[in-house]
């Protein structure tokens, strides 16, 4: 029974590294997402990572004063940017997997935002809004990689973004 288990973990495992492009190999024909300069910080936020250079943050519920948003605080510059669009080249855009195999409240499916430049955010699903909740920054490269439920633990619905630093400091 542990055989089977650790066989199909290897294979989940495999799959995942080989559908994850080359970070260095990728080539971006336009920026990697769209923003706005705030005057002021966000009221209400929470959060999920911060490096030297950026901390990430969202607003997940909010009302309309303080609406559903995603944030970054350039740590250098200290300024607050309103992340507004994240480029979908060399995304990848996942769905959730059946609903008899894993219990979810909402099914997000991503793949749409193929046929679209820009996702925007929020994310929608059918039932609920998403924001990027895990972050990773690659300084050989100088891209974060922006997850997308990744709770899920599943290879099938994980979402991800690209984004480049230096779009990020270029936000006026």
């Given at each position: 029974m542990n055989r089977i288990y650790f066989t199909i973990a290897l294979i989940v495992s495999m799959t995942a590294a080989c559908s994850v492009q080359d970070r260095d190999a990728m080539q971006f024909s336009r920026p990697t997402l769209k923003g706005t300069l705030l005057t002021h910080v966000p009221k209400v936020h929470e959060e999920i990572y911060h490096d030297e250079y950026y901390k990430f943050a969202f607003r997940h519920s909010g009302n309309s004063d303080y609406p559903p948003?995603?944030?970054a605080y350039d740590i250098v510059r200290n300024r607050w940017l309103e992340l507004t669009d994240l480029s979908t080249e060399h995304a990848v855009l996942g769905r959730s997997p059946d609903f008899a195999?894993?219990?979810?409240?909402?099914?997000?499916?991503?793949?749409?935002?193929?046929?679209?430049?820009?996702?925007?955010?929020?994310?929608?699903?059918?039932?609920?809004?998403?924001?990027?909740?895990?972050?990773?920054f690659s300084s050989a490269t100088g891209l974060y990689r922006l997850d997308c439920t990744p709770e899920v633990n599943r290879v099938?619905?994980?979402?991800?973004?690209?984004?480049?630093?230096?779009?990020?400091?270029e936000i006026r």
């Open positions: 948003g995603f944030f195999n894993v219990p979810l409240q909402s099914g997000p499916d991503f793949r749409a935002l193929e046929r679209s430049d820009y996702a925007p955010l929020p994310l929608r699903t059918s039932g609920s809004i998403v924001f990027p909740d895990k972050i990773l099938v619905p994980l979402t991800s973004f690209w984004v480049r630093k230096i779009d990020l400091d």
